[in-house]
């Protein structure tokens, strides 16, 4: 059980300042997130199970002891009295593909964390990008009620000058009051998603408004679909688990075939005998020795039902993997094609007439 604890500390975010980084974000959404932390206990339960797995199981010790109540006197028989101890012996394997599904069962629960840390960080991040790219909108409103307002004092100026009409002057003020009102929906929009990143975060992080800080602007990138697409089916965490689950249900396959192996219980005793007088069958103190061997006879139960349900579950998971890696696939193959088209209308917006 080295390196697995069964606790998992959860480190409390502390709202030092309001402002926070998308990097120093997305550690502290590692680092103090109560769903993530609640997510680890499953790879903790899993590492216990794998420690279990590894167990004998206890012997059975037994006490006996007996005396005869019918005679009394010299005619008492004998009394007894004496322990016994027996030991299960697991034949067939059964302890070898326990101990092989449950560290395989570990490995899935292992990769379905470190999948749902990474759907975790791009939620994350979405969000973050979300509330900066609100922020900035909020902010070129605001600017640009700012160019309105003198605007509209310079036709101030005009009417009473007698420049412009009092309809022109009103139509300049109207439009004024719309946009200032366009700037208090965009900056309730900026704060509620900056609220809401505070979701990601740790209990202290919900009494504190966050300002992303940041630039929206990143380099492009180039992918090689085939490269992309290989590296993902290999190493996305979500096929992992599959993977990992499916060979603990072909390791489950193992076990129940050597469950038609019948375990072996062994057993030594001993008993001791007093000296009875007794005139009909007197005996001097004395004891005795025993050894035991029993086990079922698998005459009626060969575990065939068991054997062909885990058969069945590890073929449907087989069949599961290969239906995530083809939707795997499909989704690799949108996404780029979403991106390719994002980074051509961004270059459209930054190089054309806009």
Do not use: C
């Not at 009409?165 to 946009?179: G, H, I, M, N, P």
């Amino acid at each position: 059980m080295a390196g697995f604890p069964l606790s998992q500390p959860v480190t409390n975010s502390a709202p030092a300042t309001n402002q926070i980084t998308f990097s120093e974000f997305l550690n502290e959404v590692a680092a103090a997130n109560l769903d993530y932390a609640a997510q680890r206990y499953n790879v903790s339960i899993t590492a216990a199970a794998m420690a279990t797995a590894r167990e004998f199981q206890n012997p059975t010790l037994q006490l006996n002891g007996g005396r005869d109540v019918t005679h009394s006197g010299d005619q008492r028989l004998p009394s007894t009295y004496g322990a016994s101890l027996t030991q299960t012996i697991e034949l067939g394997g059964k302890r070898k593909y326990r101990i092989l599904g449950a560290q395989q069962s570990y490995a899935a629960a292992s990769a379905t964390l470190d999948g749902f840390l990474r759907n975790l960080r791009l939620d994350a991040a979405a969000a973050f990008v979300d509330a900066l790219a609100l922020s900035r909108s909020a902010e070129q409103k605001r600017q640009s009620a700012e160019a309105l307002a003198r605007l509209a004092e310079t036709q101030r100026d005009r009417y009473r000058a007698g420049d412009i009409s009092r309809a022109d002057l009103l139509q300049t003020q109207v439009e004024e009051q719309q946009f200032q009102n366009e700037v208090l929906a965009a900056q309730a929009d900026a704060d509620n998603a900056a609220i809401g990143l505070s979701g990601f975060l740790g209990r202290d992080r919900g009494e504190t408004l966050l300002i992303p800080k940041g630039s929206l602007e990143i380099p492009t990138r180039e992918f090689d679909p085939g490269v992309l697409i290989s590296e993902s089916l290999k190493n996305r965490s979500d096929l992992v688990a599959l993977r990992r689950a499916r060979d603990a249900a072909q390791s489950n396959v193992g076990l129940e075939k050597a469950n038609r192996v019948p375990n072996v219980d062994v057993g030594g005793g001993w008993n001791h005998s007093t000296e009875s007088h007794n005139a009909i069958a007197p005996s001097p103190t004395f004891d005795d020795a025993a050894l035991t061997l029993s086990f079922p006879l698998p005459l009626w139960n060969r575990n065939k039902g068991a054997i062909t349900s885990a058969r069945f579950a590890a073929e449907q998971a087989q069949k599961q993997v290969e239906a995530a890696e083809l939707k795997a696939e499909v989704q690799i193959r949108q996404l780029l094609s979403v991106y390719r088209s994002a980074v051509e209308r961004l270059r459209r917006y930054q190089n054309g007439i806009l």
